[in-house]
């Protein structure tokens, strides 16, 4: 069977269903292509509680989402916390349905067939699902790992790169420091050994790895997990031991948690999840918030981009194992503080959210993957200068936030010998002003793609990309996406042709916020009267 539309998007993330929608406004047929059975990707997948920078950045689609939530709740923008995930997709599907957008579900992408066009190597089929072709005139890849992008032969990075590739001071490996989410010192990594000191076969839940020189660029890929949602309903589904539960996979939590009362130490459950009731209905977002967390640190992240489908499923369930996992150790294991089991004994799965996958989110939170090399790459200075280049067609605003990306072991040269102490490398957050994000930096090389978008794995630096990933971004960039590909599908040109002053008019029209309003006074919260959508001050 062959399918075919002017504006074809693969992933229905916050982004793609962002991008077919306005494709269809612009007057384009679309066809959204979803591999799984959701809509919305970490919007919808356990993320209602997302950062956004200066919320007076943010217009088109993500106003919209934010405008609708408050509707559905019957509250103002700005006065709640964040959607249930149920919600946020409901509302996806409305807008779909709306802008008369197909959508296609279970329908991961097997192949591409390019060729030579008038303007440059153009894509001109991919092979979906059971072997269905969808032919189209402009595409848009909007997904969490840039496949389409990858298969139709547009160069692309992984990982972080070298200081000295782009100038950038944050790139590369950083320091082993201490911090909230970092390994405190002296905890063995060696399995038989607790106090460091006889070398020997290392703990699960470690990067088994040389370490790379500070700076350098090693393809390091900042860490995976879920976003569990959890809450203390009556009906909540309890932690209880799954069948697949190791305990030696969890010793590395223990010795944590014996250091913990060697030093007097005193950890809490809603510290390190997150439980504050700041989704509807007393929910809580969980989040990854200590050296030991819902993120997996043992290298798993860095294997993911390229990996064939059959691996990244057998990374997602290793995920999956982790997350249950740490729920069931936290609340049973007796080497958990007594208080922390206590707290978690009144918390569960909501029954009510992600039926279909056994109450946790349907999407990895895969936080970045592939980055395209493109026309234009987006870097830490364009970010740090608060730099509006003259084809903004997005604003970014909030922190780089770059996650944990993995957990070593270093010797520590103590008198009178040395110690095997694990640490937490890869954590960094550096406030930035507004910036602009530039249309070039979704387009790929002429050369390599004349009508292919990329909104999500956009061309960008690690150290860029940190920043510029966060759900509300990605649905204006999507935005921007789906508008230029009806413009170029219409004209019958390439990508790269659009007039950007078409482009940003049409997208001022549709409420995209292209200027930054005055700068804040502040040291970098949102001003009261401001804050609000899905908003966070909690690292991602």
Known sequence: MTRSAEVVVYGATSAGVAAAVAAAQAGA???????GRHLGGMTSGGLGYTDVGDVRALGGAAARLRTDIADHYGVAPGRYAGPEPHVAEAIFRRWLEQAGVEVLFEAPLLGVETAEGRDGRELRVMTVGAGERIEGAVFVDAGYEGDLMAAAGVPYRVGREDRSLHGERFAGRQELLPGMHNMPPWVSPFAGDPTGRTEGSILAQLHDRPLAALGEGDGGVMSYGFRVCLTTAADRIPFDRPDDYDEAYWELARRLFARDRREGVERTAGRMLGLEPNLPGGMADGNSLGPVSLSVLDGSAWEYPDAAPERRE???????????????????????????????????????????????????????????VGERVLTERDLLAGALPADTVALGSYHIDIREVQRVWRWVYEHPEPIGSVFTEGYLSVPVPVYGIPYASLLPKRAAAANLLVPVCLSASAVAFASVRMEPQYMMLGQAAGTAAAMAASAGAAAHDVPIDRLTDALRAAGQVLTPAQPRSDTGVNPPDTRGFLCSDQAL
Request: without cysteine; proline residues 8%; aromatic residues 10%.
């Open 29 to 35: 047929s679309a066809l959204l292509v979803e591999p």
């Open 314 to 372: 057998q990374l997602r369930w290793h995920h999956i194992a982790h997350t249950r996992g740490f729920l069931y150790f936290l609340s049973h294991d007796p080497a958990v503080p007594a208080s922390i089991r206590r707290e978690l004994s009144r918390w569960g799965l909501p029954r009510g959210e992600f039926a279909d996958t056994g109450h946790l989110p349907h999407q990895l939170y895969v936080r970045e993957a592939r980055r395209m």
